[in-house]
């Protein structure tokens, strides 16, 4: 696919309504990222951030203060640091930009560091706005903003949203209570006449997106830390939001998504210790679904596991990861007193009555057969009445504040506590707790969990005039415990839950996978449809359950990854047809590592009376795969669809793969319009395509 690649024009001016800023001119041509950040980060101009110091604006001060640019440092990859820095002689606060710059791709990516290297505590810094910027365009035409809806347990998580902006116009975006998509996502993509910019903002907590289109025109982009208002001590540091952008050329906005997925997957996806791109794999849970009132696996035994690895080892139904989830542990088993998983958070000790000899037999018995072995924790929420929060009430912040004295909290229902990231003792105590639990069960790949809303935590934990302090610590110490488990196990997946894909920005995705990315009604295939739809517009990798190996259910659950929450001991399950379902996802899960195109618009996906359909086109090679779902209120009987990033003049097979039957058709003949048919609602279509030779 040819596209003309953007020039980032980026000069001094005024932006009506905004002040002085930095304007990025989306006119066509060649680019040069040297000479984009020696123009904008260069000593006289203003760069493209922002904060305020003690009230005043940085921009009428920071061209006055000293200004230093480091040599480029190759990072291997393709990517090159380039670090420049601004201090102010009297106080010595310094400002430093870290800017990464991506060879191949037209993007950019930077997070501000505030250091105080004076004596004395210094001014107060508020309003950090990480990026802050104004697009303009020559020519005429509208304004759009495309980005999607949050995660929030919902048949709509993640569904695409298109708003025009009229002049005057704006929308400001946040997370809800500290989680970094719940509510809010964390990615957009500002289309002017003139191409797009897309925006990504790497921030596990509570960021601010403001997008405003100006009296005059044009659009006025700002990210940043929604709560900041606080001074540094002597030698004291902080950091910014992580902030990406990648401008894109084209009338379509899936040319520009197409780019930042593959920029994603280049950049931002987690790797082995060889360096290979970690593949999300496929998974098995251990026969999920114990009978009331049991609750996830707190009924879960070493001997049951066991036996159902050999019995999906017997059935050839083996997965890549077997998955055991919540309620392994001590205390979690109580369910005779309605006691579930989620009020023994804290108790990091497999239960002795349920696991004699630990889980290590259960990760020995999936590695006999080939099988990687995955556990569920959730490590900073810590409830009141819990092992840990007796080891180490220090360590622990209290909502509204206060000291903690775990002792007076009784049962049933204990409130938590959130243990305190942002202090290095606490989580050196907690990362060796998690990384001793893993050796000693022999387990392979961690995935953790994050029921808590943890903003009120922060906020209320900060001290006097250090508005944002705790939140920042907080979150620097998440990444930094990530970072640890991946040094010390570096071939280990990470899967990152939160309530079901409620902390996805591009820091977390660079270090984890959302292996479950909405907590949505177990297996409802209408909305997994949405999801899959929604979220494949900006990131590449996710996986969901899968519920049923009916096709309509399980198609509308496949992805990068799956979960295959197979019933093998219930006589109403189909052998071939769950080999079937395994085989056709086995042979699909590569392509949405690709490219992805909705073929069946943006609006509307939740209605019971369409068709959805999407494409997953393989530049590499010209193969592909189409999936099709008529709905089951939906009264037509076809579709026509146009296919994207064909050959025109090549001609493709298409192979049913439920008939079998074969048809030929050039790519100018598919990207006219290709009919699908299902003769029957609630019924699905895969299609397979490929080059002819």
Not at 524 to 549: F, K, R
Not at 621 to 650: H, M, N, T, W, Y
Request: charged content about 25%; hydrophobic content about 35%.
């Amino acid at each position: 696919m040819k596209r003309t690649i953007l020039t980032i024009a980026m000069i001094l001016g005024m932006a009506a309504g905004s002040g002085a800023q930095t304007v990025m001119d989306m006119s066509e041509g060649r680019k040069d990222c040297a000479a984009w950040m020696d123009r904008n980060f260069s000593r006289g101009k203003l760069p493209p951030f922002s904060f305020k110091l003690d009230g005043t604006s940085s921009e009428t001060f920071i061209r006055k203060w000293s200004f230093r640019k480091e040599a480029p440092v190759p990072q291997g990859d393709g990517v090159t640091l380039h670090t420049y820095s601004w201090t102010d002689r009297k106080s010595g606060l310094q400002v430093e930009a870290r800017v990464k710059t991506f060879e191949g791709f037209d993007a950019m990516e930077w997070t501000l560091w505030f250091r105080n290297n004076g004596s004395a505590n210094s001014g107060q810094i508020s309003e950090v706005k990480a990026l802050d910027l104004s697009l303009t365009a020559s020519r005429q035409g509208n304004w759009e903003l495309f980005h999607a809806r949050r995660s929030n347990a919902g048949k709509e998580d993640f569904m695409a949203e298109t708003k025009v902006f009229g002049k005057g116009d704006s929308l400001v975006m946040s997370p809800y209570a500290g989680r970094s998509s719940s509510v809010a996502f964390p990615y957009f993509n500002a289309k002017t006449p003139e191409g797009g910019l897309i925006v990504a903002i790497g921030w596990s907590g509570t960021w601010k997106a403001s997008i405003t289109r100006p009296d005059s025109d044009g659009f006025h982009l700002e990210t940043g830390l929604k709560e900041i208002d606080t001074y540094l001590k002597p030698g004291e540091e902080m950091r910014s939001p992580l902030t990406a952008i990648l401008p894109w050329d084209g009338e379509d906005r899936m040319d520009g998504q197409n780019i930042f997925r593959r920029f994603v997957l280049a950049h931002h996806h987690p790797r082995d210790s060889k360096g290979n791109a970690i593949v999300p794999p496929i998974c098995s849970s251990f026969n999920y679904g114990d009978p009331a009132p049991c609750n996830e696996y707190t009924c879960m035994t070493s001997e049951y596991a066991i036996a159902l690895i050999h019995r999906y080892e017997q059935f050839n139904l083996l997965p890549e990861v077997f998955w055991l989830d919540a309620g392994w542990y001590e205390k979690a088993d109580n369910w005779k007193e309605d006691w579930n998983w989620c009020n023994a958070v804290g108790n990091w000790k497999p239960d002795p009555k349920r696991f004699p000899m630990g889980m290590g037999p259960i990760g020995d018995a999936a590695h006999e057969v080939g099988c990687k072995f995955m556990v569920w924790f959730e490590p900073e929420r810590v409830v009141k009445d819990s092992d840990w929060a007796y080891a180490h009430p220090e360590y622990m912040l209290q909502a509204g504040g206060g000291k903690v004295e775990p002792h007076t909290i009784e049962r049933p229902y204990p409130d938590s506590y959130l243990i305190d990231m942002g202090n290095p003792e606490a989580r050196k105590w907690m990362t060796e707790e998690i990384i001793k639990l893993l050796k000693e069960n022999h387990i392979d790949y961690y995935r953790q969990d994050y029921n808590v809303d943890p903003e009120y935590f922060w906020t209320s934990n900060d001290e006097p005039g250090r508005k944002g302090m705790k939140e920042i610590r907080y979150i620097c110490g998440v990444y930094d415990f990530w970072d640890e488990l991946r040094t010390v196990f570096p071939d280990m997946l990470i899967d990152n839950c939160a309530s079901g894909g409620r902390r996805l920005d591009l820091e977390a995705v660079s270090r984890s996978f959302a292996l479950w990315r909405t907590d949505y009604n177990y297996g409802e295939p209408i909305g997994y449809q949405c999801h899959t739809y929604g979220l494949s517009q900006w990131l590449p990798a996710s996986g969901t359950g899968v519920a049923s190996s009916d096709p309509f259910i399980a198609r509308s659950s496949f992805g990068s990854a799956a979960i295959f929450n197979w019933s093998v001991t219930s006589a109403s399950s189909n052998l071939h047809e769950m080999h079937r379902r395994m085989a056709e996802l086995q042979s699909t899960r590569d392509y949405y590592l690709e490219d992805f195109y909705p073929l069946t618009g943006y609006d509307n996906t939740t209605a019971m009376d369409i068709w959805i359909a999407y494409q997953l086109a393989r530049p590499s090679d010209g193969s592909g795969r189409i999936f099709a779902f008529r709905r089951d209120e939906c009264k037509d009987a076809q579709i026509v669809v146009k296919l994207r990033g064909l050959e025109p003049a090549k001609t493709y097979i298409l192979e049913n793969q439920d008939s079998f039957q074969r048809s030929e058709k050039t790519g100018k003949e598919l990207a006219d319009g290709l009919v699908l048919e299902l003769g029957e609602p609630r019924t699905s279509l895969l299609l397979k395509y490929w080059e002819k030779e």
